[in-house]
C-alpha cells in the first residue's frame, strides 16, 4: 500500500469542514471523537509542511545573500 502524497490546502479545506460540523453540532458524540483526532492528525501534518517550507525558502534566502 502506497503513501498518498500530504496536500496542505486539502488537508486545511478538511479541517475547515470538521469545525463547521462540530461548530454546527453535526457529528453525533460518537463521532465527535473520532473528528476531533482526524484534526489534530491533519493540524499536525500542516505544522510539519509549514516548518519544513520555511526551512526551505531560508535556505534559498540565504543562498541568495551568499
Do not use: H, W
Not at 26 to 44: E, G, Y
Request: glycine residues 2%.
Amino acid at each position: 500500500m502506497t503513501k498518498q502524497k500530504f496536500d496542505y490546502q486539502s488537508a486545511l479545506e478538511e479541517i475547515q469542514a470538521i469545525v463547521a460540523e462540530i461548530e454546527e453540532g453535526t457529528p453525533d458524540v460518537d463521532q465527535l471523537a473520532k473528528k476531533v483526532k482526524r484534526a489534530a492528525s491533519l493540524l499536525k501534518e500542516c505544522q510539519a509542511k509549514l516548518k519544513d517550507t520555511e526551512a526551505t525558502l531560508d535556505d534559498i534566502l540565504q543562498n541568495l545573500d551568499a
